[in-house]
């Protein structure tokens, strides 16, 4: 069976398909959904990475559906969003997680659906606001950079925590701020996640993550089969 027909991901707004595909050979699915992994599993998918996974609108992927999924014999990865909180869930079923929004869920540092919790365009699946994770480590690489002070960290996060997800994109967080001295270190941060995209987007680094951990399982799953 092609690899393709065998390897599934579960993407959104966390990293754009195209991209995706060019890191990994895989049949990749809009974000997850209550009653998609034992459709794609009955399908044959046996290597299967969560990133991206609707709640609230559709109900979630639950614990029961990995747990069946992998002793159907399938291995289950995950990153970034939803696929870091049920990685971190699951960890004793057997489900392999990687990237810094993981590790920090294992570890108890994160705890809120609502760090990695998102609005996203059903069209195109990009992302309408700015999830809490990624201004965590925006402001991580602004302070250890000298850009921003660790106390402005403190405050700015504390204020972006209480813009609700749903509507926390850049104008709510200039809102925020509007009428307090700290407008201009919000402003800093945004300018500083504006420009440097590519290493402030943490969804992002952690998803590609995941597709190189996929990579590399390959083979070894593949030396597995053929010695048993």
């Known amino acids: 069976m092609d690899v393709a027909n065998t390897r599934v991901v579960f993407l959104g707004p966390s990293l754009a398909c195209d991209e995706a595909a060019t890191r990994l050979n895989a049949r990749y699915l809009p974000p997850i959904r209550r009653g998609d992994l034992p459709g794609v599993v009955a399908e044959g998918a046996r290597e299967i990475g969560i990133v991206d996974g609707e709640f609230g609108q559709s109900l979630a992927v639950s614990v029961m559906e990995i747990r069946a999924a992998i002793g159907e014999g399938a291995r289950v990865f995950g990153a970034a969003s939803m696929g870091a909180l049920r990685a971190a869930e699951c960890q004793s079923l057997g489900m392999l997680g990687v990237g810094w929004i993981f590790d920090n869920y294992a570890a108890g540092l994160l705890r809120s659906d609502d760090e990695v919790a998102l609005l996203f365009d059903p069209r195109d699946l990009r992302a309408i606001t700015i999830p809490l994770v990624n201004i965590r480590w925006a402001l991580h690489l602004a302070v250890e950079e000298g850009v ?52 402030t987007d943490r969804k992002r680094l952690d998803a590609l993550m995941l597709l190189e951990l996929m990579q590399q399982a390959t083979p070894n799953l593949v030396a597995k089969r053929s010695v048993s």
């Open 148 to 199: 921003l002070s660790a106390s402005s960290a403190v405050h700015l996060l504390y204020v972006a925590r209480a813009v609700r997800f749903k509507v926390r994109d850049q104008e709510q967080l200039l809102k925020a701020v509007s009428d307090s001295t700290w407008q201009s270190q919000m402003r800093t941060l945004l300018e500083f996640m504006q420009t440097n995209p590519s290493r």
